[in-house]
């Protein structure tokens, strides 16, 4: 269904002189519709894949994977079930980021029309692009742990290949962390993630009691026991909905300004090239450091880091 959203001030004028029709409409019944409209309530979903259920390998994280397909549909639906959480507990604007591999793994003829959505790189707020402080909450779906996580299932942070640690201020921060962080800049709480048992855990001794939804166990970096992507749909709408009715007991989690990120390399050559430049020091024989004004900074370094090549084209 779709929702109209009406201007600001022509809702609370509306709303200052017509104390009686609200009475009204409440003894009718129909105050939530009322309210509904009355409200703008913006939410940012991100959704990522490894923590979607049913996802273990590569055999449904890629393009060549044989069940990438799949998988595609598999996060679709998980997506889907949180805007319909979200639409039940009033929302009226949603923006939906692609935030895995290529970004463009989102079945996108399957959403409603009046979804936003996000897709492809690079983008100066990675799996946050579109946010901005008229967002009520942020989202995460199908989200993974991190890289220097002993346990979950995929577990690692930005790039499996190339980062063994990303940290904002001296804490070791998983994906779920870093966009927190970003969503707090705009002053936007994170009111729920999904994923396995490991990547809700992590996000939760963070963030603190997020609601979330634990769609499967996991057993090894590629293995785990997983709901059926139905059951997990069920459960990630039920807590989604809970997760935006209750948002106002949520805090944005905000990283203290200016912000330093250290990043540890799996190889070598990133570090020392990186330190090349003046903005950035070299901390160890695989680690680099910035300071970031804000958030903001911070991302856009780590998507140039994870993004530039000197062969770029076009
Ligand atoms: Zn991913």
């Not at 009686?20 to 309210?35: E, I, K, M, S």
């Not at 079930?81 to 692609?98: K, L, M």
């Not at 993630?193 to 990547?199: E, K, L, P, T």
């Amino acid at each position: 269904m779709r929702q109209h959203r009406r201007p600001f001030r022509q809702i609370t004028r509306h709303a200052l002189a017509s104390c009686a029709a609200l009475t009204v409409a409440l003894a009718a019944g129909f105050l939530p519709r009322v309210a509904t409209a009355q409200r703008p309530l913006k939410v940012y979903i991100s959704v990522d894949m490894e923590g979607i259920a049913g996802v273990v390998t590569g055999d449904q994280l890629g393009p060549t994977g044989f069940e990438y397909e799949r998988a595609r549909g598999f996060m679709t639906g998980e997506a889907l079930a949180a805007i319909a959480g979200a639409r039940d507990a009033g929302a009226t604007e949603i923006v939906v980021s692609d935030s895995h591999g290529n970004g463009e793994s989102l079945l996108i003829d399957q959403f409603p029309d009046d979804v936003r959505i996000v897709r492809s790189w690079p983008r100066p707020l990675m799996m946050m692009e579109g946010i901005d402080s008229t967002f009520s909450a942020a989202v995460f779906v199908g989200y993974h742990a991190s890289t220097t996580s002993p346990a979950g299932v995929r577990a690692h942070t930005i790039s499996s290949a190339n980062l063994a640690s990303v940290s904002l201020n001296g804490v070791a921060m998983p994906e779920a962390g870093i966009n927190a962080a970003i969503a707090g800049r705009f002053g936007v709480p994170v009111v729920f993630i999904s994923g396995d048992n490991v990547a809700v855990d992590e996000t939760r001794r963070l963030l603190g009691d997020v609601e979330g939804a634990v769609v499967k166990q996991a057993i090894s970096f590629h293995a785990a026991s997983t709901m059926t992507p139905k059951a997990a749909q069920q459960l990630i709408r039920e807590h989604v909905k809970a997760a935006v009715q209750r948002r106002s007991a949520f805090k944005p989690y905000v990283v203290k300004a200016p912000v330093t990120l250290d990043v540890i390399f799996k190889n070598y050559r990133p570090a020392e090239m990186l330190a090349f430049l003046s903005s950035v020091q070299r901390t160890t024989s695989h680690g680099i450091r910035f300071v970031g004004k804000d958030m903001i900074e911070v991302s856009k370094f780590l998507e140039f880091i994870g993004t530039y090549q000197p062969d770029l084209a076009p």
